[in-house]
């Protein structure tokens, strides 16, 4: 009788420790192994860099006969340094940021802004990659308004 007894502890035992290892391993490759995968190993520095970029979208924008739009048209950023960017709308219209052809950060992911941003609103971007030595251009445009166009480069750092 209590052989049968201790019998049945053992297999409950059993029982739970392949449950709870079942759910391990369960987490382990439906969770913690994708995220492991997507996202890459980033560069303390480049995740914090020592300042930010900001970009205006400057009032009157939304005119086609005002050549200056984005403000700087062209930024050349440095990895760890100044790659995070921020689009600022000073105007009095809704803007986007939408890149030219689709670029992925490895890291942020899509550029671009989704949706308009509306007067007094920002949108922020993170770049992290660039190979060594060969910049990485990306251009954009504004949705709404084509002849709003800016465009920022991606490099390493030369320390
Ligand atoms: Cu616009």
Known sequence: MSTVSTGSQYGVGLITVLVASGIAIGYYQMYWLPEQLATPDVDEHVLHPVKSTT???IMGSASADQQDNFVPKLVNLQLSI????????????A??????????????????????????????????????????TVEYHCQPHPWMTGTVVVSQARF
């Open 55 to 57: 970009i205006e979208m």
């Open 95 to 136: 803007h986007t940021v939408t890149p030219d052809h689709r670029y992925t950060d490895g890291y942020s992911g899509d550029f671009g802004s989704t949706g308009v941003i509306k007067p007094g609103e920002e949108y922020e971007f993170l770049f992290t990659e660039a190979p060594p030595n060969i910049p990485v």
């Open 82 to 93: 100044d790659n995070h960017v921020i689009w600022k709308n000073v105007d009095e219209t």
